[in-house]
């Protein structure tokens, strides 16, 4: 978890979002190359759990803009002493709180507001050919979500359980 320290007064607030000497300082030393952003338009939208596998494999830095979200990240990495583990946050506009997502990790977004919007940092660029998805309800994570049946696209409704995926992953 990265917390930004926000400076507020009568006009709002100010905070630095990202500033690289700082994360390399507390072990992330990665070059972001992309940034994302997603609006999700109904509370229960889930997205996920999404993964570009190697050579490109992602690093994410997370955070929600408008609204909140459950960030989720789960081990891929095969032989992983935390394999199949899982972890979970509340992003909100309001907490300012940030996710750090190693490569590695799959990771799910679910939308716990009538909307919310998502801006991600990443340390690969977006590749098709190396992205993937494991199935959200996977009973071998277990992830214990908000909503029981959330909105889902067909490539994440249909997504391959951990176990079937295409994960090149392993633990070193």
Wanted: charged letters at 20%; proline letters at 6%; hydrophobic letters at 40%.
């Amino acid at each position: 978890m990265i917390e930004p320290k926000p400076v507020a007064d009568e006009r709002g607030w100010f905070a630095e979002a990202y500033r690289r000497s700082d994360f390399v300082r507390n072990g992330i030393p990665f070059a972001f190359v992309q940034d994302n952003h997603s609006l999700s338009t109904a509370g229960g939208t889930l997205r996920g759990l999404n993964f570009q596998k190697n050579p490109v494999a992602q690093g994410k830095l997370i955070r929600c803009l408008v609204g909140e979200t459950f960030d989720v990240a789960v081990d891929i990495r095969k032989g992983s002493p935390t394999f199949c583990r899982w972890v979970s946050v509340s992003l909100s506009a309001e907490n300012h709180l940030m996710l750090w997502i190693p490569p590695g990790f799959a990771h799910g977004i679910l939308t716990l507001t009538s909307s919310a919007e998502v801006a991600y940092k990443v340390t690969q660029e977006f590749s098709q050919h190396h992205d993937r998805v494991i199935r959200w309800n996977d009973p071998t994570i277990g992830i214990n979500w908000p909503f029981s049946y959330p909105v889902l696209s067909m490539k994440d409704r249909d997504a391959p359980f951990l176990n079937d995926a295409d994960n090149n992953f392993v633990y070193k």
